[in-house]
């Protein structure tokens, strides 16, 4: 990959001192590390707009590491509800117990170290010793790799790891040494304001003068499209568990998807076939389903990896499971006024929201 020979990065930094973004984590002068950390992990797979209010509502909560550190991880998960991928949440608290147990409550200055805090990968690294502590460090996303190969005209595929280093390379080669930071958000926000994915903004870009591929008028079909997998679609069947005025909860392994959230009894599968496996399920732990209407609601819960297509009935118990209420370990029966209060995982949110047996309570 041959280096462009102008130095484009004056341009990008003085558009960058007019028109960079008013962003809630970007108030303080210097920044806080754990402030740059939070809105960074909240920023992955979620939308500026949508981070903002959470990134408000969680600084209130915790506004420093000691806070988070010493707060219980449901409080933590139940900070974070509505922005989905919860481990996020838990590596975070995890990471700043280590901070405060290993590095004294500061976030640790080099690479080396913070890389080694859970959920810190070499972007959130990059960002963070870049923007807080002024050090010399890139922070390469999506919208970076983008932003390159337009310059460059690079007609690769960005996600392989050859055009990646390639290009990690040529960032640090143009970024601004006297305000590193400064430089790797510009780079954010001209990848999120102006050379956007699509059709980008040419015509206000400051760097339409230097820029390879609008030059070859390539800029709408630069970088490669690389075909996402398609993800399989799992049938999930759910009982709303009533018995009297108690619904039936149940918390997920400690590993894995969802660890560690409370649902409604479900089990993998459809239709008739999908009541009876959940009805025999639920006859394992003593429970006897008696009724059961519907569904009532469908639901697609969309993940990275998979989708689930819930179906969502309405189920009572019979009589004689109602005294005594005793099932095992990882069930509860729960008051309606008090499940709102569990940490529901988020496709189970929606049926506490969603389902009318249970809002018109
Ligand atoms: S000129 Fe167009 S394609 Fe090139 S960097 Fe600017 S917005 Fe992107």
Not at 141 to 152: E, K, P, W
Not at 215 to 233: C, N, Q, S, W
Request: glycine fraction near 6%.
């Amino acid at each position: 990959m041959k280096l462009f020979d102008e130095n484009w990065t004056p341009l990008l930094m003085d558009w960058f001192d007019t028109h960079k973004r008013d962003l809630p984590w970007r108030t303080d002068s210097p920044r806080d590390p754990y402030k740059v950390w939070v809105s960074e992990i909240m920023l992955q797979q979620t939308r500026v707009e949508a981070v903002k209010a959470y990134y408000t509502n969680w600084m209130e909560h915790f506004p420093d590491i000691p806070t988070l550190a010493s707060a219980k991880e449901d409080d933590v998960v139940r900070q974070w509800q509505g922005l989905g991928y919860y481990s996020r949440a838990r590596n975070l608290h995890t990471a700043v117990r280590e901070v405060m147990e290993t590095y004294g409550g500061r976030v640790p200055e080099t690479r080396e170290e913070i890389r080694r805090l859970k959920g810190i990968g070499d972007y959130t690294a990059g960002a963070v010793l870049s923007m807080a502590y002024g050090k010399r460090e890139t922070a390469v996303d999506g919208n970076v790799l983008r932003v390159f190969a337009r310059i460059y005209n690079i007609e690769e595929n960005i996600l392989s790891a050859k055009v990646k280093k390639e290009i990690t390379a040529l960032v640090r080669v143009r970024q601004d040494a006297a305000r590193p930071g400064d430089f790797n958000e510009a780079l954010m926000d001209l990848g999120a304001t102006v050379c956007i994915p699509g059709q980008p903004r040419c015509e206000v870009c400051p760097l339409s003068s230097v820029c390879k591929a609008k030059a070859a008028g390539k800029e709408a079909e630069i970088p490669l499209r690389v075909k996402k997998k398609e993800v399989p679609v799992e049938p999930v069947t759910v009982f709303v568990m009533r018995a009297g005025e108690l619904y039936l909860l149940h918390r997920r392994p400690s590993k894995g998807l969802l660890a560690g959230m409370w649902e409604f009894p479900n089990c993998v599968g459809e239709g008739g076939q999908g009541k009876k496996a959940l009805t025999a399920e639920l006859a394992a732990i003593g429970v006897r389903v008696e009724e059961v209407s519907g569904p009532v609601k469908q639901i697609r819960h969309v993940f990275s990896h998979k989708v689930w297509q819930m179906s969502v009935y309405e189920a009572r118990a019979a009589k004689d499971v109602i005294s005594p209420l005793v099932v095992p370990s990882g069930w509860r029966w729960v008051p309606v006024t008090e499940l709102a209060d569990f940490n529901l995982a988020g496709p189970h949110n929606r049926i506490l929201r969603d389902v009318d047996e249970l809002t018109t309570k």
